[in-house]
């Protein structure tokens, strides 16, 4: 019983914690930077840690991995890490806090259909209302039931979209490595060759982090640490102690609290009909997790 209410209070803290990645972001927009470079500092930087954290204990031999899993590590890293990244920041700067938080959970609404086409997943009755009350919420959310008030651009919610769908991928092509290595192998890999891809598309835009004020740096250097490592080594912790769709229920906590940090904290406007959308992406999200037989973790890394 501690144990898992040790690990249902890793996931919260996890999920409290990712949800303030918005509001860092928008600082940072604030001060000039590029969002493109802000996350190709966030995975180069992890990346690093995680370097630093596999010489520090000694374990440099498990990085060894054969052809057969980097058919899996490269394409996550590119799609999961890379474009995740790009369309997620991308859409925190065109848009609020809390949206964009809310459209990245479409996430199991994608998980299930690409589970049923390439995993051959049952598509249940109550997987299918998981959809419907998905795709309702977004439409509530992003205000597409008045064209004239549209709450966001349109390819601002493609993008939201997109990012959903990239995040939900790790589940779909990180499936046939679960089980097979290491955790911070993994995540090493994904970070190492998602930041390459984001500092390539991020050369143009390097510049706009030169001259920060030090609070700046500082709030790059928290979404390395905090917002990256250690949010992956908690939730990692609360996967170890619970099953993976408990803690993806748990986890939906977080655009609960993005929303509410957005309207304190930068006075973001907040409506019933928004909250009623963010209540049925939340359940949507929370029905999709439903299962009729135990499955096998997969970790994922924000």
């Known amino acids: 019983m501690e144990s898992r ?83 997620y920041f991308y859409t925190i700067q065109e848009s609020t806090v809390g949206t964009a938080s809310i459209l990245l959970y479409s996430s199991p609404a994608f998980v299930v259909v690409l589970a049923r086409i390439f995993l ?28 004239s008030t549209l709450e966001v651009r349109p390819v601002v919610v493609l993008t939201g979209l997109a990012a959903g769908l990239s995040y939900g991928l790790y589940s779909i092509i990180g499936k046939p490595l679960s089980g097979r290595l290491p955790s911070f192998v993994i995540v090493t890999y994904i970070l190492g060759v998602g930041s390459v891809v984001l500092t390539l598309f991020a050369l143009p835009k390097l510049h706009t982090l030169v001259g920060l004020s030090a609070g700046a740096y500082a709030l790059l250097g928290t979404t390395m640490l905090v917002h990256t490592v250690l949010t992956y080594a908690l939730y990692t912790f ?20 993005a929303v509410a940090l957005g309207v304190v904290l930068l006075g973001e406007e907040l409506t019933w009909i928004k909250v009623l959308g963010g209540v049925l992406v939340l359940g949507g999200a929370a029905l999709a997790q439903v299962r009729f037989r135990k499955p096998r973790p997969v970790e994922t890394v924000r």
């Open 120 to 147: 051959k997943e049952a598509l249940s009755l109550i997987r299918i209302s998981a959809l419907f009350m998905t795709a309702i919420g977004i439409f509530l959310v992003v205000g597409a039931y008045d064209l």
């Open 5 to 87: 209410l040790a690990g249902a209070l890793a996931v919260l803290t996890a999920a409290s914690l990712w949800a303030t990645l918005g509001l860092f972001a928008k600082a940072l927009y604030a001060e000039g930077a590029a969002f493109e470079a802000i996350v190709a500092i966030r995975a180069g930087g992890a990346f690093l840690m995680m370097l630093f954290f596999v010489l520090l204990t000694g374990r440099t031999r498990k990085l060894k991995v054969q052809v057969s899993e980097l058919r899996y590590l490269v394409p996550i890293g590119v799609i999961c890490i890379g474009a995740f990244y790009l369309l």
């Open 238 to 257: 609360g996967l170890q102690r619970l099953e993976a769709g408990q803690a993806a229920i748990l986890a939906a906590v977080e655009p609960v609290v």
